[in-house]
């Protein structure tokens, strides 16, 4: 597993995005926000543009991995990607699609060279990268086909979303809410659980997580009235967590788990479907929830949030998340390392 000291690598995303000038902010609030030194992948003069057009006086030093850590304090380290790319706020460009994708790639390789202790991400555009080919869904699964290419190691991905007061995971992400119930399996409960129950060992410093699930239905199916899902699938996979001796509750109405006193008995909620795990996170901690990437081989963090296409180049964004997403790549990785 990787994981330790050293700098953070930190993908460029989608350069029509606020990727740019939130990775610039980043660096510029690194003393008063205790951001860990981190390198940027992507294209330094778009990136020194961008800033400038948002009202950030940026420096910028081109350099390679090992250097980073060095240059950090007086300069917002950048390892050039090969190709440049197309500065053209809020407008997608086919033609940056590669340049996203080989900096995913090359902060990965850097995390594998231990060149990087873990891989933060900046939002991509799905779509864009769509038209130029790219076959993943998104991040999550193509950071799993990562983890096989480049770590030889097969992941079984599981995305969570951290603040300060609330984890949770969903088992079904993106798709239809009417495919839900068909895609839920007892298998899949006990596989997400599984994968929680390690990370917030390994990477949170958790020594006996506990872990709430949720039910699927009103009042987790009131006893079968409002759905047999609860029972038949959710029911027997807690009993089998339980068995395996992980600290596991449910199924739990969803309804009563996110209060301040029903959190306090859990380290991490897994619920059944996206917006059921993901409207409580944000509404706790909408600016500075961490979309964090578990069951890779390497730590993965990035902001909550999409591209912003429709403020990129403003000046408004704010960096909060990504600011959170680095230090939580760098506190994942110096657990990792102790727990090694």
């Not at 992507?42 to 350099?63: K, Q, S, Y």
């Not at 759905?227 to 027997?236: F, Q």
Request: hydrophobic content about 45%.
């Amino acid at each position: 597993m990787h994981g330790g000291e050293g700098p953070l690598a930190l993908s460029c995303g989608e350069p029509s995005g606020i990727g740019p000038e939130i990775s610039a902010m980043a660096w510029l609030r690194r003393a008063e926000n205790g951001t860990p030194p981190f390198f940027l992948v992507g294209d330094p003069a778009l990136t020194v543009e961008r800033a400038r057009a948002a009202g950030v006086d940026l420096t910028v030093a081109e350099c390679d991995p090992t250097e980073a850590e060095r240059l950090f304090s007086g300069a917002l380290p950048v390892v050039p990607l090969e190709r440049r790319l197309q500065n053209r706020p809020g407008m997608p460009a086919p033609e940056n699609a590669q340049g996203v994708i080989e900096s995913i790639d090359r902060c990965a390789g850097y995390v594998r060279d231990r060149q990087a202790a873990a891989l933060v991400t900046n939002p991509i555009a799905k779509k864009a990268l769509y038209a130029a080919g790219f076959g993943y869904p998104g991040h999550t699964e193509y950071l799993g086909h990562l983890a096989q290419t480049l770590f030889g190691e097969s992941a079984n991905p599981v995305m969570m979303i951290a603040g300060s007061e609330l984890r949770t995971v969903p088992v079904t992400i993106h798709i239809p809410l009417h495919e839900v119930p068909a895609a839920l399996t007892k298998e899949a409960i006990v596989e997400t659980g599984r994968v929680v129950y390690a990370a917030l060992k390994r990477d949170f410093g958790i020594a006996a997580p506990r872990l709430a699930i949720s039910g699927l239905n009103p009042h987790a199916g009131e006893g079968g009235a409002l759905g047999s899902e609860d029972g038949a699938v959710i029911a027997p996979a807690v009993s089998a967590l339980v068995v395996e001796g992980i600290d596991a509750r449910g199924p739990l109405p969803a309804d009563t788990m996110f209060h301040a006193e029903a959190r306090a008995g859990y380290d991490a909620a897994i619920c059944m479907y996206h917006d059921q795990a993901l409207i409580p996170a944000k509404t706790l901690a909408f600016d500075s929830a961490v979309n964090v990437t578990l069951g890779l081989p390497f730590i993965r963090t990035s902001p909550d949030h999409g591209t912003a296409f429709d403020i990129a180049g403003r000046g408004i964004a704010k960096p909060d998340s990504l600011i959170a997403a680095l230090r939580m790549a760098s506190e994942m990785a110096a657990h990792r390392a102790m727990s090694a």
